[in-house]
């Protein structure tokens, strides 16, 4: 079974993470290769070539690509306990999250860390207000309900690496206080057996962000 | 789950409680002139289904649209049943799961998968890339953004290669969201001067083009050339005066 599906990963990647989850959910055996993307591997190349980017997903030798691609193709593929919703209504809104984790949370936290002085002022301010729209969305102890799902994998990403930016930047983008719902599921998901034997080491992940964020600083100085 | 069967035996009982009960059940929030409006329209065409269409003015939304997009406030919403669902390429998995008729989506996961693939990077990075450069000339770089356009437009040529259709014989999922490439980018092209696509350099996108305006679903509901036309050359002078 091993042999048939190999997923293409990288060490720290949360898109990655989100399909080592999903696998580990459904108990699904895989062959784990960490990829160095100053070095990426014919292999990666020729099943990503548009993107050549991780991860990539093969089974039985067919690539599958971008990870929440991968997240419906193993839910539809494999289908012990289901990630997504059965009713097509929740499920529609389940991608409608998806898409707007992906296309405006994520940017604007990711602004937050890359930004300088003024921009990184309103990038804060925008990131808040996403934030915010999202704590509405908890209705339960997790955004899949009683058990994850795959909104919890999209947004699981905030569970371990707002608080690495807010050490390496120096500055508090989540305050707890206001967003009791998001905390309490933050540490909920952080803590679920299925997760936290997969967080990547958190030393190495600050050292990470401390050298990207240096980058970000001296190729755009403060205007 | 409605399915045309079903609003048949409704039918033979009251015909005017019904006519509103169908005219009623798929609401679509829309603006005639956007491709993403029309995805959800084709969308509905395929699967047969009726629906009562809303023309918003984007400068004075309804107050059915706030409510019903409270989060972007954007068309196209479609509304089945009282319930909104938002987000043209959301929607349209809605309706291929909800609706009987021809499949939008293939049935096999892997196929899905590679069109969910390609779904994503046409209505993204392929779609980005074009509409940077076909407003280039009051953006930056204009060469270069006429570079990467090209590099996508290439990617999707060589899909189509022995294909009619990137979803096969039939228009799909694919197909319905590159939708921008075979009608709007032509009128945009005529508008501000920049010409992306020859034959000469994509010959099987544009073979796909004839094609795909030739569809019954796509040809019968298109917005008019010439208003799209209008409404393009506009944003060209406001662009050429705000530079």
Same mark, same amino acid.
């Given at each position: 079974m091993a042999?048939?599906?190999?997923?293409h990963?990288t060490w720290?990647s #949360?898109?990655?993470?989100?399909?080592?989850?999903a696998?580990?959910?459904k108990?699904?055996e &895989?062959?784990a290769?960490f990829?160095?993307l100053?070095?990426?591997s014919?292999e990666l190349?020729?099943?990503?070539p548009?993107?050549?980017?991780?991860?990539?997903?093969?089974?039985?030798?067919?690539?599958?690509? $971008?990870s929440?691609?991968?997240?419906e193709y193993?839910?539809?593929t494999?289908k012990?306990?289901p990630?997504?919703?059965?009713?097509p209504? $929740?499920?529609?809104?389940?991608?409608?999250?998806?898409?707007?984790?992906?296309?405006?949370?994520? #940017?604007s936290?990711?602004?937050?860390?890359?930004?300088?002085?003024e921009?990184?002022?309103?990038?804060?301010?925008?990131?808040?207000? *996403?934030?915010?729209?999202?704590?509405?969305?908890?209705? $339960?102890k997790?955004?899949?309900?009683?058990k994850?799902?795959?909104?919890d994998l999209?947004f699981?990403?905030?569970? &371990?690496?707002?608080?690495v930016?807010e050490?390496?930047?120096?500055l508090k983008?989540?305050?707890?206080?206001k967003f009791?719902?998001?905390s309490? +599921?933050?540490? *909920?998901?952080?803590?679920?057996p299925?997760?936290?034997?997969h +967080?990547? #080491?958190?030393?190495?992940?600050?050292?990470?962000?401390?050298?990207?964020?240096?980058? &970000?600083?001296?190729?755009n100085?403060p205007? | 789950?409605?399915?045309e069967?079903?609003?048949h035996?409704?039918?033979?009982?009251?015909?005017?409680?019904?006519?509103?009960?169908?005219?009623?059940e798929?609401?679509l929030?829309g603006?005639?002139?956007?491709?993403?409006?029309?995805?959800?329209?084709?969308?509905?065409?395929?699967k047969?289904v009726?629906?009562?269409?809303?023309?918003?003015?984007?400068?004075?939304?309804s107050p059915?649209?706030l409510?019903?997009?409270?989060v972007?406030?954007?068309i196209?919403?479609?509304?089945?049943?009282?319930?909104?669902?938002?987000?043209?390429?959301?929607?349209?998995?809605?309706?291929?799961?909800t609706f009987?008729?021809?499949s939008?989506?293939?049935?096999d996961?892997y196929?899905r998968?590679i069109?969910?693939?390609?779904?994503?990077f046409l209505?993204g990075?392929?779609?980005?890339?074009v509409?940077?450069?076909?407003?280039?000339?009051?953006?930056?770089?204009?060469?270069?953004?006429?570079q990467?356009?090209y590099?996508?437009?290439?990617?999707?040529?060589?899909?189509?290669?022995?294909?009619?259709?990137?979803?096969?014989?039939?228009?799909g999922?694919?197909?319905?969201?590159?939708?921008?490439?075979?009608?709007w980018?032509?009128?945009?092209?005529e508008?501000?001067g920049?010409v992306?696509?020859t034959s000469?350099k994509f010959?099987?996108?544009?073979?796909?083009?004839?094609?795909?305006?030739?569809?019954?679903?796509?040809?019968?509901n298109?917005?008019?050339r010439?208003?799209?036309?209008?409404?393009?050359?506009?944003k060209?002078l406001?662009?050429?005066?705000a530079?």
């Amino acid at each position: 079974m091993a042999e048939e599906l190999k997923l293409h990963r990288t060490w720290s990647s #949360p898109f990655g993470l989100r399909i080592v989850w999903a696998l580990h959910i459904k108990g699904i055996e &895989y062959d784990a290769i960490f990829e160095d993307l100053s070095q990426k591997s014919p292999e990666l190349l020729q099943y990503n070539p548009i993107h050549k980017k991780i991860p990539v997903l093969v089974h039985k030798g067919k690539p599958i690509c $971008e990870s929440l691609v991968i997240l419906e193709y193993i839910d539809e593929t494999w289908k012990e306990a289901p990630l997504l919703p059965q009713d097509p209504y $929740e499920k529609a809104m389940a991608r409608f999250w998806a898409k707007f984790g992906e296309e405006k949370l994520l #940017p604007s936290i990711w602004s937050v860390f890359t930004g300088q002085g003024e921009e990184k002022k309103e990038a804060l301010g925008l990131a808040v207000q *996403n934030l915010e729209l999202l704590e509405e969305q908890l209705k $339960e102890k997790f955004f899949g309900g009683e058990k994850i799902g795959y909104l919890d994998l999209v947004f699981g990403w905030l569970a &371990y690496l707002l608080d690495v930016f807010e050490e390496v930047i120096d500055l508090k983008l989540f305050d707890a206080g206001k967003f009791p719902l998001l905390s309490a +599921w933050m540490k *909920n998901f952080y803590d679920a057996p299925e997760i936290k034997e997969h +967080w990547p #080491p958190r030393d190495k992940l600050v050292t990470k962000f401390q050298v990207l964020h240096e980058k &970000y600083q001296t190729a755009n100085p403060p205007k | 789950m409605i399915s045309e069967d079903k609003n048949h035996h409704l039918k033979r009982k009251n015909k005017s409680s019904t006519q509103l009960i169908e005219m009623a059940e798929v609401k679509l929030l829309g603006v005639g002139g956007s491709s993403y409006s029309r995805r959800v329209e084709w969308a509905l065409k395929i699967k047969g289904v009726k629906y009562e269409f809303t023309e918003e003015d984007l400068q004075s939304k309804s107050p059915l649209l706030l409510e019903s997009n409270p989060v972007h406030k954007k068309i196209p919403v479609l509304i089945h049943n009282c319930k909104a669902i938002c987000e043209s390429m959301v929607i349209l998995e809605y309706i291929d799961e909800t609706f009987e008729g021809p499949s939008i989506l293939p049935q096999d996961p892997y196929e899905r998968a590679i069109a969910r693939f390609w779904a994503k990077f046409l209505d993204g990075k392929c779609l980005e890339a074009v509409g940077k450069a076909l407003w280039s000339k009051f953006g930056e770089e204009e060469e270069k953004s006429k570079q990467e356009a090209y590099e996508v437009l290439k990617i999707v040529d060589n899909e189509l290669k022995d294909k009619k259709f990137i979803g096969g014989d039939n228009i799909g999922f694919v197909d319905v969201a590159a939708n921008y490439i075979p009608f709007w980018l032509e009128i945009v092209e005529e508008a501000t001067g920049v010409v992306l696509v020859t034959s000469e350099k994509f010959p099987h996108l544009c073979a796909w083009r004839d094609e795909y305006l030739n569809c019954s679903e796509v040809k019968e509901n298109l917005p008019d050339r010439d208003t799209m036309l209008g409404f393009f050359k506009a944003k060209v002078l406001a662009a050429t005066v705000a530079k």
